[in-house]
């Protein structure tokens, strides 16, 4: 599972230098990458995985296997409405900042996800 996250990480960087107009989609893979490694990290400790795009419902399914997982909340929460957007359109401005501040969510996420799977 986690090399489709990778696979989705580096598909929003590719987005992110071949698509420069388009920062919704940029956006949105970010958060795709996120709720994958959220997602392979609850498997990775035999959770059940949820059917929900909701990072911040998923980041509290994984600080009950680890605590410190609270450290990531911010980042969930940055990411969240990206996934929700693009299901269940509604009037989201998104801008390059927003587009950086996800693809430095996304990055965090990962490589703190990835310290704990081994």
Same mark, same amino acid.
């Given at each position: !599972?986690?090399?489709?996250?990778?696979?989705r990480?580096?598909g929003?960087?590719?987005?992110?230098?071949y698509a420069?107009? /388009?920062?919704? %989609?940029? =956006? +949105?893979? =970010? @958060? *795709?990458?996120? #709720?994958? +490694?959220?997602?392979?990290?609850?498997?990775?400790?035999?959770?059940?995985?949820?059917? /929900?795009?909701?990072?911040?419902?998923?980041?509290?399914?994984?600080?009950r +296997?680890?605590?410190?997982? #609270?450290?990531?909340?911010?980042?969930?929460i940055?990411? /969240?409405? +990206?996934? %929700? *957007? /693009?299901?269940?359109?509604?009037?989201l401005?998104?801008?390059?900042?927003?587009?950086? !501040?996800?693809?430095?969510?996304?990055?965090?996420? @990962?490589?703190?996800?990835? *310290?704990?799977?081994?």
């Amino acid at each position: !599972m986690v090399s489709v996250c990778q696979f989705r990480f580096r598909g929003s960087k590719i987005f992110e230098v071949y698509a420069a107009n /388009t920062p919704e %989609i940029i =956006c +949105y893979h =970010c @958060q *795709q990458s996120g #709720e994958k +490694y959220l997602k392979g990290f609850i498997a990775f400790n035999g959770g059940e995985i949820r059917r /929900t795009h909701d990072l911040i419902i998923l980041n509290q399914v994984c600080i009950r +296997y680890n605590k410190r997982f #609270e450290e990531i909340i911010d980042d969930c929460i940055n990411l /969240t409405d +990206y996934g %929700i *957007q /693009t299901r269940y359109p509604f009037e989201l401005e998104i801008n390059e900042k927003d587009m950086n !501040m996800a693809i430095e969510s996304a990055t965090k996420i @990962q490589k703190f996800v990835m *310290q704990f799977i081994k």
